[in-house]
T-cell receptor, first 112, second 117 residues
Framework: ETGVTQTPRHLVMGMTNKKSLKCEQHLGHNAMYWYKQSAKKPLELMFVYSLEERVENNSVPSRFSPECPNSSHLFLHLHTLQPEDSALYLC???????????FGSGTRLTVV | QKEVEQNSGPLSVPEGAIASLNCTYSDRGSQSFFWYRQYSGKSPELIMSIYSNGDKEDGRFTAQLNKASQYVSLLIRDSQPSDSATYLCAVNIEQAATSGGYNKLIFGAGTRLAVHP
């Protein structure tokens, strides 16, 4: 374990389902991130939270809804997804301005 | 749009050889640079960070940075089959925020390295 825990590890959902991805960090970091990784493409930054405040939202469709109830937990709520949303969703956390990220193990999402 | 470019590969090298991985970036203001290794089906793990021009060595890994040319490279000496993975170059963008600031990483698409016995 890296100190950042993501659940579930794998998720298969239909296009009409509602599900949530969870991320929890035990490192005392002050920023948390959601990235999407599709095959053969760079990691795409989706959302950034700093001290529970959303500070960046990179034109992500509204069918993805983040929630950060406290500095240790981050959720990604999913609703009416499309097959092209199938990807590896990675959570990361960091502290201060120059340190590196710690990634969670990711959730492999398949939309059918 | 700030970008990080890498050759997708695969880069194939024999065991024991030096693997050379390259990366260019577009934002001249970037100050921090990272190399992550990602095995298939796993999350990225940090292997090197570099902040100043020149070389930085850590075991079999050497990161090289040339800010004037906006170029970062990673050398892996004595390559082993266990080094076979995708190597991601990442550039840190520092952002101020009312809540205390944060850094965000912009990633390249990665270079797949295959080390064959």
């Amino acid at each position: 374990e890296t100190g950042v825990t993501q659940t579930p590890r794998h998720l298969v959902m239909g296009m009409t389902n509602k599900k949530s991805l969870k991320c929890e960090q035990h490192l005392g970091h002050n920023a948390m991130y959601w990235y999407k990784q599709s095959a053969k493409k760079p990691l795409e930054l989706m959302f950034v939270y700093s001290l529970e405040e959303r500070v960046e939202n990179n034109s992500v469709p509204s069918r993805f809804s983040p929630e950060c109830p406290n500095s240790s937990h981050l959720f990604l709520h999913l609703h009416t997804l499309q097959p092209e949303d199938s990807a590896l969703y990675l959570c990361a956390s960091s502290q201060d301005m120059r340190v590196h990220y710690t990634f969670g193990s990711g959730t492999r999402l398949t939309v059918v | 749009q700030k970008e990080v470019e890498q050759n997708s590969g695969p880069l194939s090298v024999p065991e024991g050889a030096i693997a050379s991985l390259n990366c260019t970036y577009s934002d001249r203001g970037s100050q921090s640079f990272f190399w992550y290794r990602q095995y298939s089906g796993k999350s990225p793990e940090l292997i090197m960070s570099i902040y100043s021009n020149g070389d930085k060595e850590d075991g079999r890994f050497t990161a090289q940075l040339n800010k004037a040319s906006q170029y970062v490279s990673l050398l892996i000496r004595d390559s082993q089959p266990s080094d076979s993975a995708t190597y991601l170059c990442a550039v840190n963008i520092e952002q101020a925020a009312t809540s205390g600031g944060y850094n965000k990483l912009i990633f390249g698409a990665g270079t797949r390295l295959a080390v064959h016995p």
